[in-house]
């Protein structure tokens, strides 16, 4: 089974999610979704710092922004790999006996990429809100894309890692379910008044 990655046209990768085959799949997509929207605050960011009505505490921000989104996008690029990969690995390991160990170190490391996924969405989420005040007024709108998008990105992911807490013991599970909610309700809240902000300052 291919795998795919960050250089696949997106036309074969849309085609390959579309058929019948096991990857891409939901956590790849949330992946891509998710680089997407950072692209959205970076390129906010590109025309934003340097304007000659910043202060110097803007300039500030966004010189820490830019480094902190190329990390993040990078990252979720990586992320559509590593899903696929951890998914094809779970699914070898359904055929393996029942209480075989390597079908619970499957399960545990199929939660790894989703989780990433949720956490470094967050992390461009709250860079998005902190730009609102102070952004070109001209890309605004650009912020509130990627901030609805990325709400949806942090709850597709935990869509994923949910689906793989069947296997594990029942205090992880509570644990990560816990934490679940908490990233769903985090990225809610950012969507919802970072989107009212930016409607606020443009007046829409």
């Not at 291919?2 to 046209?9: E, G, I, N, Q, S």
């Not at 505490?57 to 990078?74: D, G, H, N, T, Y």
């Not at 779970?90 to 055929?95: F, G, I």
């Not at 990233?183 to 008044?193: G, I, Q, T, V």
Request: a neutral charge; charged letters at 20%.
């Amino acid at each position: 089974m291919t795998v795919l990655d960050a250089t696949t046209t997106i036309a074969d990768f849309f085609k390959a999610a579309a058929d019948k085959v096991p990857v891409p799949g939901g956590g790849a997509i949330a992946a891509l979704s998710g680089a997407a929207a950072t692209s959205m605050v970076e390129m906010v960011v590109s025309y934003s710092i340097g304007r000659k009505s910043n202060d110097a505490e803007a300039e500030k921000v966004f010189a820490i922004a830019r480094p902190l989104l190329l990390a993040a996008r990078v990252k979720l690029l990586d992320q559509i790999t590593r899903d696929q990969q951890a998914y094809l690995a779970l699914q070898a390991s359904w055929k393996l006996p029942v209480g075989d160990p390597a079908k619970a170190l499957a399960e545990a490391a199929a939660i790894g990429p989703p989780e990433a996924i949720a956490q470094t969405m967050a992390t461009v989420m709250h860079s998005a809100v902190e730009i609102i005040p102070i952004a070109n007024p001209n890309l605004l709108s650009d912020l509130a894309v990627a901030l609805d998008i990325g709400a949806g990105v942090v709850r597709s992911a935990v869509h994923n890692i949910r689906i793989n807490l069947k296997g594990c013991p029942a205090d992880d599970a509570a644990q990560q379910e816990a934490h679940c909610r908490k990233l769903e309700a985090d990225a809610d809240r950012l969507a919802r008044e970072g989107v009212a902000a930016v409607r606020q300052r443009a007046g829409f």
